[in-house]
């Protein structure tokens, strides 16, 4: 991936050879506002990272930043395989048909058949030619996991799975990414707002909060840190 | 009957390069977004650039196609200029009309103000019903017929096809999946640019170019192209064949000089329409 600064100090700190996707001090400026002061976040092989955090922390950049599309400014990313990335908003292409859209996901080469996408949501096979625009939200986002996972990756980030779907639906296509997590050993990066989905279904997490990373450490404590707690499982401190 | 199947045939003919004009807008903007209103120029170097190379003496066939190449890289060029850098797609809109503007005065400093014509592959006339028809019309029928297939089997079966309407269809994503957005819209300029070089190679032994041609020529395909919403390749075939037919009987029947009157109004009428269809900002 992209490095622009190697700091051969920090490489050291982290034993990168077990971790798929690695940040090191990753700075993001947007003109003149800091977006990521510095974060380091690691994910190890086959396994379910967290990363949560409230609007506007840094979430959506760290992983258009991960993906090439934002440049840092400095800091290092490490990607020892193939990184897939699920967006925010599903972005999916809504002129073409389903089919279409998951076999792009296969651009940068790879098997183009999605028949094995059609085993992992049965449900999308029927919907095969039809435009993926037309498509539920919920159903968008399984085209949208199904585009990612054709690139065959070793890591793959999902970028609010939650956003705008309805609490079961949520929950089915959780159970997949933690199916495929188990099968395959993906490892999977999940950005949330939805802090008590993202902190059941993962075994580490990261808070971000302002660009920095606040918090580090097992799901399950997380879920008990009163300080997390309070702010996004809607506790009371 | 006879005059009837005369302006029909002649309607066809004319309809199908106004439909390989359109492509070039529905090439160009199914992938970039870029409403290209600089297509009509393509055709005019086509033809401009044919008329030169055949009265240097190069044979008829290679004129031709080294006119549709350099379309394309003119195409190419005028993509650099109007999406090659980071600015947004109204802007690279206005870019385009400049570059019409623009090569209205290249086309005038080295070609003049004369209407330029040559003659096609030579040939007898036929006839249909009594109806005398240069033996260029089929060429231009046959020409547009397989460049049609060729682009609709493009962008519908292939791959390449997909990934080039993904770039439109959402740039962001595209990228994400390993796209190069920037270059399949260079690529799609490249295609329109040889799209119209070819309309114009046609269209130029049956009616004498001006420099200024572009315009009208641009506002059909313009106009064809919006039958299809700018996105449809087949749609925008049949819209061309429509304004080429109504254009032909305008003229036989009515006045020469109504043409482009009635093409405008049959131009508004669609807009209306297309407005009616899509909700705003649908094809934006």
């Not at chain 1, 997590?181 to 808070?207: D, P």
């Not at chain 2, 592959?121 to 297939?149: E, K, P, T, W």
């Not at chain 2, 049949?238 to 109504?246: D, Y």
Request: charged share 10%; proline share 4%; net charge neutral.
């Amino acid at each position: 991936m992209k490095s622009t600064e190697s700091t051969v100090d920090s490489a050291n700190r982290l034993n990168s050879h077990d971790s798929v996707l690695a940040t090191i001090d990753l700075v993001v400026r947007y003109g003149v506002s800091v977006a990521l002061h510095g974060v380091s976040i690691h994910v190890g092989k086959g396994e379910m990272v967290a990363l949560i955090g409230p609007n506007g922390a840094g979430k959506s950049t760290l992983l258009n930043t991960l993906s090439g599309i934002i440049r840092p400014a400095s800091g290092r990313i490490v990607c020892n395989g193939k990184l897939a990335h699920v967006p925010e908003g599903r972005q999916i292409f809504p002129d073409l048909t389903v089919d279409d859209n998951i076999c792009l996901g296969a651009y940068r080469g790879g098997s183009r058949d999605p028949a094995p996408m059609y085993e992992l949501f049965p449900q999308l096979q029927r919907l095969q030619n039809r435009r993926a625009g037309g498509l539920s939200g919920g159903e968008q986002q399984m085209v949208a996991i199904c585009r990612a996972l054709m690139a065959n990756p070793d890591v793959i980030a999902v970028d609010e799975l939650s956003q705008g779907l309805a609490p079961l639906v949520v929950s089915d296509i959780a159970r997949h990414l933690v199916e495929l997590n188990k099968q395959n050993g993906t490892a999977v990066l999940l950005v949330e707002q939805n802090a008590q989905l993202a902190l059941n279904i993962t075994s580490r997490a990261y808070v971000i909060e302002n660009g920095h990373i606040g918090l580090e450490g097992r799901s399950s404590d997380l879920l008990r840190n009163p300080a997390v707690r309070a702010a996004y499982l809607g506790g009371v401190r | 009957m006879t005059a009837f199947v005369e302006y029909l045939l002649t309607g066809v003919s004319r309809g199908l390069v106004f439909s390989l004009l359109a492509m070039g807008f529905v090439l160009i903007y199914r992938v970039t977004r870029v409403v290209n209103f600089a297509q009509g120029a393509f055709a005019i170097f086509g033809g401009f650039i044919t008329y030169s190379l055949l009265k240097a003496g190069i044979p008829h066939g290679v004129s031709e196609l080294l006119a549709i190449l350099a379309a394309g890289l003119i195409g190419l060029i005028f993509g650099i200029i109007a999406i090659g850098g980071d600015i947004p797609l109204l802007a690279s809109l206005v870019i385009t009309i400049g570059l019409s503007i623009f090569s209205e005065a290249i086309g005038m400093l080295i070609w003049g103000t004369t209407p330029i014509t040559y003659s096609g592959l030579a040939g007898h006339d036929f006839v249909i019903f009594g109806a005398f028809i240069q033996r260029q019309y089929l060429i231009v029928v046959i020409a547009s017929l397989v460049v049609f297939v060729a682009v609709l089997y493009g962008f519908g079966r292939t791959y390449f096809g997909k990934a080039m309407s993904a770039c439109a269809s959402n740039p962001y994503a595209a990228r994400l999946s390993g796209i190069n957005v920037k270059r399949m819209g260079l690529i799609a300029f490249t295609l329109g640019g040889a799209l119209g070089g070819l309309a114009g190679v046609l269209i130029t032994p049956l009616s004498p170019l001006t420099y200024n041609a572009d315009i009208s020529l641009g506002i059909t395909g313009f106009a064809a192209a919006i039958v299809g919403g700018l996105t449809s390749p087949g749609l925008a075939v049949l819209g061309g064949l429509v304004f080429g037919i109504a254009e032909q009987f305008v003229a036989g029947y009515w006045s020469p000089s109504n043409e482009t009157a009635v093409a405008l109004a049959l131009l508004i009428v669609l807009l209306l329409w297309q407005a009616k269809r899509v909700p705003a900002g649908g094809l934006e």
